[in-house]
């Protein structure tokens, strides 16, 4: 079956028509504009996919990579950092306009069941996929299928707690992955070691060997290790796949890699740590794939 993808976020709307093989047909870009509101949002979804059905007479699937969770108890929006969003029924309004049934997940599970399927990690069973960027969140493919959980909070690994007296949370608790390893938390922490305000990408640059850009990446790694190692020894998973600005880092690779596994409870350590494949486009792939 042909398949469409939308991948919703902060920024911009991104649609793909692919044919039964995951050739791409089309592909679209526009600007998420949310400062015109929940039902601009909405407006642009559907006439993003209705230019894309025609491509193509027969029946199309529709998926949608949406930021933040939705909840199972209320099929409502909740944690969403577009916050027009949040406590909004998105998955059945966008039904009701198009007049047929669609799948929708939240972006870290639509990045996972890319990679897992058309991405790096599609040679292992168990996967384990993690965005860091402005949040931090995670997902698992078990055999080529989502595993939401009961909840539907399977992979959180963003909001484990790592220090209980640690950095505030949006989330309500203290000291979450998030609040260490996020891009603007490694930022802000770069500005109180150093004095200076500085981008990730030119943070990355400029470590050199001060003290205080040591202690900088050291910190970033250790708490990094923390979190993964954390999963590694509930999931074991056979591999780990990282995307989100922050993946972009090329020693989280070795370096990283190394950190982590020093932490895992275990006398044998072999979890390939990847970088993606599919860059921006994981989250239209992981949306067609729903
Ligand atoms: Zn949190």
Redesign the pocket.
């Known amino acids: 079956m042909n398949k469409i993808g939308i991948d919703l976020g902060g920024t911009k709307i991104e649609g793909i028509f692919l044919d039964d093989k995951f050739n791409v047909i089309e592909r679209i870009r526009i600007p998420t504009q949310q400062e015109k509101g929940y039902n601009s949002i909405i407006d642009s979804i559907v006439s993003l996919v209705n230019s894309l059905k025609k491509n193509s007479d027969d029946i199309v699937s529709i998926g949608v990579s949406a930021p933040g969770a939705i909840s199972k108890k209320t099929g409502l929006i909740k944690n969403s950092n577009t916050h027009c969003l949040i406590g909004m029924p998105l998955k059945e309004d966008l039904e009701k306009v198009l007049k047929q049934k669609i799948a929708l997940d939240n972006d870290a599970n639509c990045f996972t069941i890319a990679e897992a399927v058309l991405g790096a990690a599609k040679e292992y069973n168990v996967v384990f996929g993690v965005i860091i960027g402005t949040g931090v969140g995670g997902g698992i493919v078990l055999n080529g299928n989502l595993h939401r959980g009961r909840t539907h909070i399977a992979g959180e690994w963003?909001?484990h707690t790592l220090r209980i007296d640690g950095n505030k949370?949006?989330?309500?608790?203290l000291g979450?992955v998030?609040?260490y390893i996020c891009g603007p938390a490694l930022e802000k922490r770069w500005t109180t070691l150093t004095g200076k305000t500085e981008a990730l990408p030119s943070i990355i640059e400029n470590i050199d060997n001060t003290k205080s850009g040591l202690q900088w990446k050291k910190e970033f790694l250790e708490n990094f290790a923390i979190g993964l190692a954390n999963v590694i020894d509930i999931l074991d998973p056979d591999v780990i796949v990282l995307g989100g600005g922050v993946s972009n880092i090329p020693f989280l690779y070795d370096e990283g890699r190394d950190y982590v596994y020093d932490k895992v409870f275990s006398d044998l350590v072999e979890t390939p740590i990847l970088k993606n494949q599919l860059g921006d486009s994981a989250g239209v792939f992981g949306a067609s794939l729903l």
Do not use: F, I, P, V
Not at 169 to 173: I, L
């Open positions: 963003g909001h949370c949006y989330c309500g608790k979450c998030e609040t």
